[in-house]
């Protein structure tokens, strides 16, 4: 015979249990670090009454007093109104760490996203491979690297990291798409008190990896004041992206200010009449994309480049623009790996690119050249011409050099390049023109005279070679626009390549490209 109502009561019983595994320690150890519950933390991210957990109940085999969970809560719920699967380690649970049973929940949730075509978030707060699993924990990372890359591009994967995470916890992370810290979190292969033990170096978690120090390497590509704002960045890099590879990114109020604003009329005296002073890149970027939204993608990571996303006339597109305030905004090579992550990022999900152009060409030096900015640099063009996403070029001011085809000159990518009347479009800048194939006209000329023949002679170049004007006779860009005409321009651009096919026409028998690296 069965005793139906005790079955309910038992399953109430063990749910309630499921809920709070670690119990009154866990509850404690949550105050006294001023966070979250697991399950707190999943709401804050998922839309309002939307998650459905998968194996709350799931735990270590052979062990009665084995607690509920494994460590890991996973499930499913909707993110402005689009499905997710969410996967967050409770730290009250052996530390948040991964052992085989919790392996096997994240690998079930890895799949179905697979399964489902949609997107994952993984709220992070963990030790990483379970220590008391031995060989069974480690093999189960590898088990779940091996479905993580092939889930990358094909849907958009995003990690949030809050507390101290190590090891496999922060290589699962960095094979996602973007990874967001709160201020007080942490980042390394092994904490500060293995590194003392292994090799006696006296060294601070946030030396070894706070979130600053994380996101100005480039780990991190966003730092959020607190959770809240780390869920709700997600959210929103989230709703610039489609479900997967296999949707198209979602449209959101198109249609909006079809004629010029004066907001767009402020692009006409945006750029200083000095060739040497610096204005905020920003300030463009605000007024050329819809409502003055622009959701910047690693920001504190080599900030002479921007990235990030913002829409046209709706449809989100990947933005690429030099910053003239930090380095001029040239081209090094921390920069040049920010440029192919996100060129590989955009086209991966359907997303059309807008590089917006001034700079004056790739950083010369010593520590740029032992820093590689040679092989780093070389994958950028490749990203450009590999990419099969619609490619705009709008160049605002200089673009000169090798930076010309690195920022998606016509002849490298764009589909439609265009410039403003201020632009320079040159092999070097006037002043390094000059003092290289002028120095023999200069030093035939007297000694009192020299500077003004040289000012002279950098005018001349400026005004008849590093102009618009050759590119545009000779076919190298689409159009010289005026600025405040830019936002419509670029409208109507995209509305021409909406129907770009994903694919590049030609066979081609290689397996692959060799990439530089
Ligand atoms: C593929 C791989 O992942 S191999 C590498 C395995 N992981 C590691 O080497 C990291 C080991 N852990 C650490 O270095 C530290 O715990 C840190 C840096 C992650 C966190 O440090 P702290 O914030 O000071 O927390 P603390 O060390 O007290 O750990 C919190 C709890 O998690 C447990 N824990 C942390 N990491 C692990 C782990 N990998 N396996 C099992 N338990 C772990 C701790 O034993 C502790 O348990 P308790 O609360 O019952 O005492």
Known sequence: MVDTKAKLDELVKILAIA????????IAKRAKKGVP????????????????????????????????????????????????VVIAHDQTVYGGSVGVTSARKFMRALQFAFDNACPVVTINDSGGARIQDAVGSIASFGDISRVLERLSGYVPQVSII????????????INTDVLIGTRDSYMFVTGPEVI???????????ELGGAEVQAKRGTLHHVADNEQEAYDWARRYLSYLPTSCLEQPPVVNPGLEPEI???????????????????DMHEILLRIFDDGEFHEVRAAFAPNLITGFARVDGYPVGVIANQPLVLGGSIDAACSDKSTYFIRLCDAFNIPLVFVVDTPGVLPGLEQEANGVIIRGGRVPRA????????????????YGGAYGMMAARQVGADISFAWPTARIAVIGAESAVDLIGKRQLAAVPQEQRAAAREFMVNHYNETIATPWIAAERGYIDAVIEPARTRLEIRHALRLLRDKPPVKPGFNPRKHPVYPM
């Open 261 to 279: 604003t004066a907001s767009d009329r402020e692009l006409d005296a945006i750029i200083p009449d000095s060739d040497r002073a610096g204005y």
């Open 162 to 173: 809050l507390g101290k995470c190590a090891a496999g916890s922060v290589y699962g992370p």
């Open 19 to 26: 809920t709070e595994p670690a119990g009154e320690a866990g």
């Open 196 to 206: 003392k033990a292994v090799n006696g170096e006296d060294i601070t978690a946030e």
């Open 37 to 84: 519950s697991v399950r707190e933390r999943v709401n804050m991210l998922l839309d309002r009454g939307t998650f459905i957990e998968t194996s709350a109940l799931a735990r270590q085999p052979d062990q009665p007093d084995a607690l509920y969970g494994d460590g890991l809560v996973t499930g499913r719920g909707l993110i402005g109104g689009r499905p997710v």
């Open 384 to 399: 450009i011409i590999e990419a099969t996403v619609p490619i705009i070029n709008l160049v605002v001011r200089k673009s």
